[in-house]
């Protein structure tokens, strides 16, 4: 199993990144795929999930109504549009997959993590 996050890079608070998550290596038509981020000094928060069987998303409260989780099954490719970026949205962003298709973001639910892409907002 392998996932690769792209799309991530600095940007000025208030500006938008599209992350990309491409799955490759499993066979399951129905999996859940989840975002998260690590800021230096603080522990791993997930932040948006999304079951790719019917397109079910869950959102943390730190980024709901500026994030938006989506996925191309074509592609085997989930997305997290990104908006309104503040200073503390920085860290480094992982993606994950729950075999068990189970929508959630609890961290010990995922399987499989891809090695993270950066998110730095600064201006």
């Known amino acids: 199993v392998q996932l690769v996050e792209s799309g991530g890079g600095l940007v000025q608070p208030g500006g938008s990144l599209r992350l990309s998550c491409t799955a490759s290596?499993?066979?399951?038509?129905?999996?859940?795929i989840a975002w998260f981020r690590q800021a230096p000094g603080k522990e791993r928060e997930g932040i948006a999930c999304?079951?790719?069987?019917?397109?079910?998303?869950e959102y943390a409260d730190s980024v709901n109504g500026r994030f938006i989780i989506s996925n191309d099954n074509a592609r085997n490719t989930v997305y997290l549009e990104m908006n309104d970026l503040k200073p503390e949205d920085t860290g480094l962003y992982y993606c994950?997959?729950?075999?068990?298709?189970?929508?959630?973001?609890?961290?010990?639910?995922?399987?499989?993590w891809g090695r993270g892409t950066q998110i730095t907002v600064s201006s």
């Open positions: 994950a997959v729950n075999l068990l298709q189970d929508l959630s973001l609890n961290s010990k639910e995922y399987d499989y």
């Open positions: 290596g499993f066979s399951n038509s129905y999996y859940t």
């Open positions: 999304i079951d790719v069987s019917d397109s079910n998303t």
